[in-house]
Nanobody
Framework: QVQLVESGGGLVQPGGSLRLSCAAS????????MGWYRQAPGKQRGLVAG???????NYADSVKGRFTISRDNAKNTVYLQMNGLKPEDKAVYYC?????????????????WGQGTQVTISS
């Protein structure tokens, strides 16, 4: 199986910074796209930032210019550097990975989620 383990969440003051990490492990042939989603209380989970295996990135409009997604393919790890945090950034942040695995005689693509890490912005 495949596991995504997140770290780096916590409490920070408005304007502060946090760096989230997510490491994938398990029987992986390759990891394709990776991303970060977030879910605030009473709201749907939505994309924060995504990155392809080639390094192309996309961001939600609300975080452009403040957040930066990056990845280390050798470590199967994705990062989210969050600067200029605002109270509205408070949410549970989830790591997502699209991974290819060998199952029997075939190669199949699967979607995996991390367990989530809480980010709280408060003075």
């Amino acid at each position: 199986q495949v596991q995504l383990v997140e770290s780096g969440g916590g409490l920070v003051q408005p304007g502060g910074s946090l760096r989230l990490s997510c490491a994938a492990s398990g029987s992986i042939l390759r990891i394709n796209a990776m991303g970060w989603y977030r879910q605030a209380p009473g709201k749907q989970r939505g994309l924060v930032a995504g990155i392809t295996s080639g390094g192309s990135t996309n961001y939600a409009d609300s975080v452009k210019g403040r957040f930066t997604i990056s990845r280390d393919n050798a470590k199967n790890t994705v990062y989210l550097q969050m600067n200029g945090l605002k109270p509205e950034d408070k949410a549970v942040y989830y790591c997502n990975a699209e991974a290819s695995r060998i199952v029997g005689a075939g190669v199949y693509d699967y979607t995996y989620w991390g367990q989530g890490t809480q980010v709280t912005i408060s003075s």
